[in-house]
């Protein structure tokens, strides 16, 4: 991933917001900071203002590894046609009521 | 106006005429990030001058009320009879009626006067409401309750920056210094208790802001040293002005010009 420089030459930081209600940490943005403890407080101050989280995570996006755009066909086309992979491909038994 | 008035008032102006100055970083700050950090406190701030306001406006109208002439309050008002709200204490009083600190009414400077201005006042203010959570008025020791998490943040945030600016590069540091020679000289007003300070803590309801200096100065100490920097100086000095009597800096003057502009040309005027 490029490295994206603030004017003060800070790196680039992910943010990850767990809600009052998840269970999980979403993605909520990115911003710059100088290191970890400024990245949390930034976090802090830009992305949960308005009460949106208890709990931040912080990750420098230089450590984030992504799919490449040119990769796409061979990493996504073949699920296309396993139909058999989700669960409503498979008739249930008659006395089966829920699973 | 009795001293427990005069009290509230003072804690209010402080941290009204401290948030109006971080507000003015607000579009100007370092980077964006920063820009919302500083205007977040200045938010906390006003926020906490309201709470103070009000307390101070219901605390008038009854003292008001209760005199059988009750004309003496009404100056700030133009002698009009009506109830006194927050908005009427924030902007239609003069320089020489505000109690804030004259620490806190000094010009932004560069980031790292701001930030020192901050640092100082923080580490005070936390010091204040934590006493202040002893108070026998239960509307006070509720506002110190409410504002001592936000000030926690603030005194943690501003102690960061000393750290991050004294020891960083010649620039920064030197930069530091310089803010030290400014601002030294406005914080032992800080610590000088007024005459409504000295009556609110022998009533119990305030804070003599004397017993917070030697913990104050441990504290800050501690962070100046770590960020490189020297030591506040520990022999006590007299204070310069006494802002918290109305002997304000020329400064106070511009800040109320903009703060009260809206007010003193459109009188009532609400949005």
Known sequence: ?99 | MTPLISYIIHLADNALILGHRNSEWTGHGPILEQDIALSNIALDLIGQSRNLYQLAASRINVFSSRKESGAQEQHMLSGEKKLFTEDDIAYLRDSPEFKNAVLLEQTNGDWAKTILRQFYFSHFQLLQYGGLLNSREPMLAAIGEKSIKETRYHAKWSSEWICRLGDATTESHERMLNALNDLNPWVPELFAAADYEKSVTASGEGVDPATLYKPWLEEVNKILETATLLPYPAEKKAPVLSGKNGFHSEHLGYILTELQFLQRAYPGCEW
């Open chain 1, 1 to 99: 991933m490029e490295k994206n420089s603030a004017p003060a030459g800070w790196p680039l930081w992910e943010v990850f917001i767990r809600t009052r209600q998840g269970l999980d940490h979403k993605h909520a943005g990115s911003l710059h900071a100088a290191d970890a403890k400024m990245a949390l407080e930034n976090a802090r101050d830009v992305y949960t203002r308005r009460n949106e989280g208890i709990s931040i995570w912080v990750v420098e996006s230089r450590h984030i590894h992504a799919s490449s755009p040119e990769e796409a066909g061979e990493f996504f086309d073949p699920a296309n046609d396993k139909i058999y992979r989700y669960p409503g491909f498979y008739q249930l038994p008659e006395e089966l009521k829920n699973i």
